[in-house]
């Protein structure tokens, strides 16, 4: 998720927490960024010491991404606005039917990322979408719901 507009990159359900299961929300979010972020801020899962830098670095660039590793959610900087978001799936997925698998549970949080990026507007953010706040136009028209599935039905 990027920090300052609150676009939410990529996401994955995992049975798991190991080192293949990081990586695979990293690539995804590297793939749809198109460039290498400025941090990296994770909580405490051991699996991110090796799927950052499996991911990111590169011997050919002298810079490399700051890997951030929390250790408790006072100190600055944090992951509290993931750790959020966290919360709002976990409530939704937790009373509803039908993910008993691997392709149910990743449907259900790809239309959660498009829902969360493009039709709910966010107190954090005066109101706006993530998409809005990054500069990312779709012309949804009011009711951004009728609006996505036109354009999806377009498409």
């Not at 290498?36 to 660039?61: C, H, K, M, S």
């Not at 606005?81 to 009373?95: D, M, P, Q, W, Y």
Request: with cysteine.
């Amino acid at each position: 998720m990027d920090a300052n507009t609150r676009f939410l990159l990529a996401c994955r359900v995992t049975k798991t927490r190991y080192v293949n299961d990081a990586k695979k929300p990293l690539k995804d979010a590297k793939k749809r960024a198109g460039k290498r972020p400025g941090a990296i801020v994770t909580d405490g899962l051991q699996a991110y010491q090796t799927a950052i830098p499996d991911e990111f670095y590169d011997n050919t660039v002298p810079i490399q991404n700051p890997h951030v590793r929390l250790y408790n959610f006072e100190t600055k900087p944090n992951n509290n606005i993931v750790e959020r978001l966290n919360g709002t799936f976990r409530e939704r997925s937790k009373v509803q039917r039908g993910l008993y698998s691997d392709e149910t549970a990743e449907a259900f949080m790809d239309a959660s990322r498009v829902y969360y990026n493009f039709l709910r507007p966010h107190m954090s953010l005066h109101g706006m979408t993530p998409a809005q706040a990054a500069g990312i136009d779709l012309d949804l028209g009011k009711n951004r719901w009728i609006g996505m599935i036109e354009q999806s039905v377009k498409h």
